[in-house]
């Protein structure tokens, strides 16, 4: 698949944290940080113990509060809300990306599993946010997290996407499968080196500004 691809492309799915933003800034650490406290806190077990309750539904459910609301009597809303309290002056307008995002011909829609009140604050510190037709976020995905299929397909379901003219960015490997399954192009956001060739990515980049500049070039 070479950059020719991107020519009838006119919708544009971005992940947010570590997609949209450099990995480098450490915002997600503090989200991390913040569940590992919730959980603590909550279920009265010492930050050790969260952190291993906290990476195992993580890596069985997709996110660690889908887990927390399987098996604990969690208030979605109340996670949600004290996780996303931190820290964004790391985030600084960034005009580059705002052009580049500019340039690309239809819609743009943020596709994350975190909340939109906070995705919102990610977007206006990066000078970006009214770029943005919609944010679909976890709430709006029913706490139902990536990588299941479910969520996606209802995004494109609602807005009446043709699956067939959509890119999505995204730093979390495993949470293309699914875009590529529905026929999606799919572009992984990665600092990592590897040789390995994986079936459901379509292009790889180590920043966001890189894969934009290749697409801009190639529309």
């Known amino acids: 698949m070479n950059g020719e691809v991107f020519k009838k492309k006119r919708i544009w799915l971005f992940d947010l944290d570590n997609t949209i933003y450099s990995s480098n800034t450490k915002i997600f650490d503090q989200i991390d940080k913040r569940m590992k406290l919730f959980i603590s806190k909550k279920l009265s077990v010492s930050v050790d113990e969260a952190f291993v309750l906290q990476k195992k539904f993580y890596h069985k459910y997709g996110t660690t509060l889908y887990g927390l609301m399987k098996h604990h009597e969690f208030d979605p809303d109340e996670f949600l809300d004290f996780v996303h309290d931190v820290n964004l002056s790391k985030l600084k307008k960034n005009l580059e990306l705002f052009d580049k995002i500019r340039s690309l011909p239809g819609e743009k829609v943020i596709y994350t599993n975190g ?12 000078g970006i946010f009214n770029l943005f037709q919609s944010i679909w976020d976890i709430k709006k995905s029913e706490f139902i997290p990536k990588p299941q ?56 980049f180590k920043t966001i500004i890189s894969a934009l500049d290749m697409i801009n070039k190639n529309l």
Not at 115 to 126: P, T
Not at 178 to 195: D, F, K, R, V, W
């Open 115 to 126: 909340e939109k009140n906070y995705a919102k604050r990610v977007l206006e510190s990066l």
């Open 149 to 204: 299929m479910a969520p996606l397909k209802n995004l494109l379901k609602e807005n009446k996407f043709d699956s067939s003219i959509c890119v999505y960015f995204e730093d979390i490997k495993k949470n293309l499968k699914p875009a590529h399954q529905l026929g999606i192009t799919t572009i992984h956001i990665t600092n990592e080196e590897s040789n390995k060739k994986d079936s459901y990515v379509d292009f790889r």
